[in-house]
């Protein structure tokens, strides 16, 4: 299996916080050596950052979590591979562009059956389930809205129905965000929590990091993280129910 | 205007050594401050590392610079902007999939009527002259070969001929790979150089830098660089003539 991180957020928050307790995860205090990947919005443009090795080893890791890349939507990935050997190409997130915008994607869990779903023009690019179950959902929303949809609301509201045929397959916990919108769907585990004033210390649950948010804030900012198992210790998470859905905008659940 | 970097080898090999050179000239050699790309390939698979800050002063350029990313095939970019505006969706290098293979492009020039270049279905993210002809290249080939053609050396053959049609707009130096093939066009300038045994010592012309590759490298190893400018003082490189392009595959002009 894997673990998810996600963030959406109204005004551009760094992730070091979150993605330094990840990071251990990747091959320290988690299993999951196979890869990992991260994706920063600015705007419309997108930078992936990903790497075939395990986070806790990987320099490329290590400069993500130190140096504080601002973003209002963010997916990161690391990887214990089940389908797919391990490979830049089969590391997540996976990135296609619709309508004249990046769609990013990353996916926790094992598909069966998956080799049968219709992509037509999204191509996987590697051998995983997940990018093949990415190109399947990008493909359906292709079909179902040639042009682009007056609200792109319309498109995420479309996929969460994609994503409910996808859970047939397997486990599919999983995050879609276009850079404005992001949306979680959980099968088996998704924790998500919602940062705003009044700010207070949050502490890591996998390395021995502390962080007083409100010195890293405005009165204003309003910051979601959602991931597989929640990352501090001192907080209250959402536990996500199977087959439930969320849409974030704005670092709002909407 | 901006400048490009690229390179073709047969082993996977680090581009440290003409990255560090390329990134002096965005802002402290050079006058190219508005961004700057590189995108690696190992296997079918890319990671592309992007910022809209001047490479010179950029926390992840150097990382690029210090850290051996080894790669058979790599497109970089330092950005002087023009057409559209200093930000993240409009930086250099960018990515589309098609038949399952990502493919990546950098421009250096300026284009004028580029706005009515039709693109179908792969749809330009920003808003410059390259990328959209980027996604005309993309739209065309997939146009001629709506499936994968027997060889991707006729598609790369095709996008040549498309090449000669947009340098009728303008300044048109350009590398486009798919992580196996690399190819350039060139309307001003561009240059080229394959090293292979024996070995010598080169050195950068943008900064006190020596690296002596008989010592990196194995006899059997082939690599070119291709550059808007020659980076290194004491060897000859090959200057590209208007209208010329050439492709590369595992370090060979072919």
Redesign the interface.
């Known amino acids: 299996m894997c673990e998810l991180l996600g963030m959406s957020a109204n005004v551009p928050t760094d992730i070091c916080f979150s993605f330094k307790g990840l990071k251990e995860r990747g091959g320290r205090t988690g299993p999951h050596r196979d890869g990992w990947g991260v994706a920063f919005y600015?705007?419309?443009?997108?930078?992936?950052?990903?790497?075939?090795l395990p986070s806790y080893e990987s320099?490329?890791a290590r400069?993500v979590s130190d140096?504080p890349i601002k973003s209002c939507a963010v997916i990161a990935h690391i990887r214990q591979a089940n389908r797919g050997r391990v490979?830049?190409?089969?590391?997540h997130p996976f990135?296609?562009?619709?309508?004249?915008?990046?769609w990013t994607y990353a996916h926790n869990g094992q598909l069966h059956d998956y080799k049968d779903l219709p992509v037509d023009?999204?191509?996987?690019?590697?051998t995983t389930d997940s990018e093949r179950a990415f190109c399947y959902l990008m493909s359906e929303l292709d079909k179902r809205y040639p042009t682009k949809p007056r609200s792109r609301r319309l498109a995420f509201r479309f996929l969460q129905k994609q994503a409910q045929t996808l859970q047939k397959l397997g486990v599919f916990n999983m995050m879609l965000t276009d850079g404005e919108y992001l949306l979680t769907y959980c099968t088996t585990k998704l924790h998500w929590i919602t940062r705003r004033a009044p700010f207070g210390i949050a502490r890591l649950s996998d390395v021995d990091v502390d962080i007083d948010f409100s010195r890293e804030t405005t009165q204003k900012d309003v910051v979601t993280i959602i991931a597989t198992e929640p990352l501090t210790l001192n907080e209250q998470w959402h536990k996500m129910e199977a087959g439930e859905s969320q849409l974030f905008r704005d670092g709002e659940p909407i």
């Open positions: 600015e705007g419309k443009g997108v930078c992936t950052f990903k790497d075939a320099e490329i400069l140096y490979s830049l190409q089969n590391t990135t296609r562009e619709l309508w004249g915008r990046y023009r999204f191509q996987p690019v590697g």
